[in-house]
């Protein structure tokens, strides 16, 4: 896997708040510029400063996890499942797959991949023996945590530099950005039974 790349900035800031409406049309040899545009239309150009800079922090975010899967010589769907490991102790495999949202076949194979790589183990449940839990590998968790102790630590020093009522509205905002992801999310639907099924995740790196 190779290093990060360089953010792309949000589709939304290729037509700034300020943009000249008489100024010539912008060109799109970019077709995801296109197809943003025709379908967001004036809001595209309306959106406020904060909006744009929460789409650059979702690109950032995926970057930073694309470096994470890279430490770890991991794929972005392990490192997903390490995640729910981290989060939430030792799952079954039908558990994972459940929060994977895959199959139990393609999690089977997450998890020997994850194995091999000394990030989590098959283990005996310990109150049924004829059940198997995936448990994350101590050493995994602490390197993983240790990557992500600067951006935790340095995104929650930012708020020092704000006062009460200031920290008041971020926090606000974030929870109102959170009600509408939670919204969109309940309001999408499943895709069709016979939808084709998602490409398989690239091996892990030698």
Partial sequence: MTASRAPRPPVSAAVPDHADPSAAAPDHA???????????????????????????????TADFERVLAAHLSINATDLEAMEHLIEAGPLSPTELAHRLGITTAA?????????????????????????????????????????LRPLIFGVDAVLDDFAPPERNAIELYLARVAEVYRAVIAATPPPPADAPAPPAAPPSPA
């Avoid at 995801?32 to 922090?57: C, N, P």
């Avoid at 991949?113 to 005996?124: D, N, S």
Wanted: proline share 4%.
């Fill in 107 to 147: 999690t089977t194979l997450v998890i020997d991949r994850l194995e091999k790589a000394g990030h989590a183990a098959r283990a005996a449940h310990p109150s049924d023996r004829r059940k198997v839990r995936v448990v994350p590998a101590e050493a995994s968790v602490a390197r993983t945590f240790t990557a």
């Fill in 30 to 60: 970019d077709p995801s510029a296109a197809v943003a545009e025709s379908l967001l239309g004036d809001r595209q150009s309306q959106m406020s400063q904060a909006s744009l800079s929460f789409r650059e922090l979702l690109t950032l």
